[in-house]
């Protein structure tokens, strides 16, 4: 994707970060009749350098894995329309603040039924949590396999990742503290979590 210097995010451990707090991803292929998108839950896998996830065996998309080929995961945050009249200097003309990261790999099936277990067991893992409410996963046999064959679990082996903050960080300081403050009265979650994401950034006074 296009990022100008002043937007660009290389730190490992910010983007490893920032997957895991927005791991609701869009995955995209390329396939002979055009690209193909699914949007789903992917894990990051950080002691290996891979994407875990899984998809209905329906979806046709498992199946350009084997095309070969780059897959590619966006990882969307927040983000907000940024009105002008925010601005403390003029002229100005509006824009639209976000965060996102682009991983780049090469995808494949994963066909070992145990590992597919274990994917999809993690995956309920990390969003149940350990709390004294979580879902322990734990299911009749013959429905659990019955469910895992619906499916088809999946690795992507990353090659390229880059994140991409757009936050205002070309304007100058008062522009951006009160683009943040309108910012955080918003009654919009996303963009109170933007204007989170600029003051933790250090974007903000």
Known sequence: MYIPTAFRIQDPE????????????????QSESGPFASHLPLLLDRASNRLLGHMARANPQWEHFAEGGETLAVFHGPHAYISPRWYRTAPAVPTWNYAVVHVQGSARVIADEPEVARIVHRTIRFYEGDGPEAWDGNLPAEYEARMLRGIVAFEVAITRW????????????????????????????????????????????
């Open 162 to 205: 880059e994140g991409k903050f757009k936050l205002g960080q070309n304007r100058d300081k008062a522009d951006i503290n009160a683009v943040r403050s309108a910012l955080s009265q918003s009654t919009d979650q996303g963009e109170r979590r933007l204007a989170d994401l600029m003051k933790q950034e250090g974007w903000v006074e």
């Open 14 to 29: 910010k983007l490893a970060g920032f997957i895991e707090q927005h791991s609701f991803a869009t995955l995209v292929t």
